[in-house]
């Protein structure tokens, strides 16, 4: 019997991967996607929302996008360590080119010129970075110029720039000041107070199919929002942990000494502030790009062809259909959330999904596997190739770890690049 039985749930309640089904509107998510709604009408300036890590940042993105009609056309790009010209051929592979043999030049037309194209036929055009403190100052004045693109009567690209803290640092910075006044509405998303983290625990629970908000116990919230500082990321892993931890014990509902056994189990400390950081967390759940080596590098190749490349921090990275995923593969075989890696320093782990169609290694099907540097994966007519990027393998590579920035005809474009299914 697995937990979901014996608690009588439909779904996991808490698990990490963006769903906008669980989505809990608090009055400040609300409002950020409100802001985010703007842009659809008010074409002439950025919408900027920030949020520490684990804020539910990106799980309002995929809300404010699942809800768009047809007359919206947009592009999310998610790996912002590019270049201008990487930067440039995210953005297009998003609206559905194959821009990777282009010069800049070339690529700044086809984008005009598709702008103009989706004007013309009464359709909008919606650019989202998230993880966009992490673009460098070249990149996001690049961005300030594609919202220059205008017909007679208006901008033709509205521009949505989510981010950690940090973005709001560096469009301060004086070299950004014509980007920052082209700024219209700037929110940050901050953690949730004591009452907004009963009422979230409780929403998800009762969208999961609980039938009582009982099954975690009332007097537990206290704990679990002094363990987690209100941030939702670290409220589902304490949560889904005490409930696991309920389960073994055969409990019909978790009490405060099931979560005081996952804070163990997790190896927490009472939060200190509301910044969300947790070491321990960030290990299981978050990646900062830019702040640790990446230890591994998948391949992405349709029908043998090589279509995108993406390097990691360790951490966990998922594969799907749907655009949250690290690595976004659009294609009718392939699930929303099909499989996931789980990586550290030294090792990687491939784990599936309950994805429909299953997870391939050769011939053999998995489940759950320990990877070696160059097995290939099979989702489809999709192959991810993984290639060990620690410090022992680095050490052997050589040269060949920077395969990204040698290869001008395949950019090094990860998270939120879409690999679409070729049309026969």
């Known amino acids: 019997m697995s937990y979901l039985e014996h608690f009588k749930l439909r779904e996991q309640p808490f698990r990490l991967t963006p769903d906008p089904a669980f989505v809990y509107w608090s009055k400040q998510h609300s409002r950020a996607k409100a802001y985010m709604e703007s842009t659809i009408w008010l074409a002439d300036g950025f919408v900027i929302i920030t949020g520490e890590i684990g804020s539910g940042k990106t799980t309002l993105l995929q809300s404010f996008l699942e809800e768009l009609d047809d007359s919206v056309v947009y592009a999310v790009v998610s790996q912002t360590q590019l270049t201008a010209t990487e930067f440039l051929q995210a953005a297009l592979t998003e609206f559905g080119f194959k821009p990777f043999d282009k010069r800049k ?57 989510a981010g950690q803290p940090e973005l709001r640092e560096k469009l301060d910075s004086p070299k950004l000041k014509q980007l920052a006044q082209r700024v ?30 009982e099954l975690i116990a009332a007097n537990a919230i206290d704990v679990i929002y002094r363990y987690t500082g209100g941030v939702p990321r670290l409220i589902n892993t304490l949560c889904d942990t005490a409930l696991l931890c309920a389960f073994a014990d055969s409990k019909p509902a978790v009490t405060v000494d099931d979560i005081m056994a996952a804070v163990t189990e997790l190896d927490w400390d009472e939060h200190e502030s509301n910044t969300g950081v947790y070491e321990q967390l960030q290990q299981i759940a978050s990646r900062r790009p830019g702040t640790e080596s990446h230890v591994m590098r998948i391949e992405v190749r349709e029908n043998g062809e090589t279509v995108s490349l993406h390097t990691f921090p360790p951490g966990r990275i998922i594969v799907g259909r749907s655009p949250d995923n690290e690595i976004y593969i659009k294609s009718k075989f ?42 290939v994966i099979t989702l489809g007519v999709h192959e991810l190739i993984y290639t060990n990027m620690g410090t ?33």
């Open 105 to 161: 030049v070339e690529l700044l037309d086809m984008l005009n010129m598709f702008l103009i194209e989706q004007y013309a036929n009464d359709k909008k055009v919606v650019l989202i970075v998230d993880e966009a403190q992490n673009l460098s100052l070249k990149v996001l004045e690049e961005i300030r110029m594609l919202s220059n693109i205008e017909t007679h009567k208006e901008k033709v690209l509205r521009i949505i720039l």
């Open 184 to 213: 219209r509405l700037r929110f940050h998303l901050g953690a949730l107070d004591k009452q907004d983290t009963r009422t979230y625990i409780n929403h998800r629970l009762k969208v999961a199919g609980a039938a009582s908000e």
């Open 334 to 375: 392939v699930s929303r959330h099909h499989l996931q890696f789980v990586c550290d320093t030294n090792r990687c782990f491939i784990e599936d999904l309950n994805s429909t169609n299953g997870v391939f290694i050769g011939e053999a099907q998995v489940k759950k596997r320990e990877l070696a540097s160059g097995d």
């Open 392 to 424: 022992g393998a680095l050490a052997e590579a050589g040269d060949e770890a920077d395969f990204g920035d040698t290869h001008d005809d395949v950019p090094a474009v990860a998270k939120q690049t879409p690999v679409s299914q070729k049309q026969g």
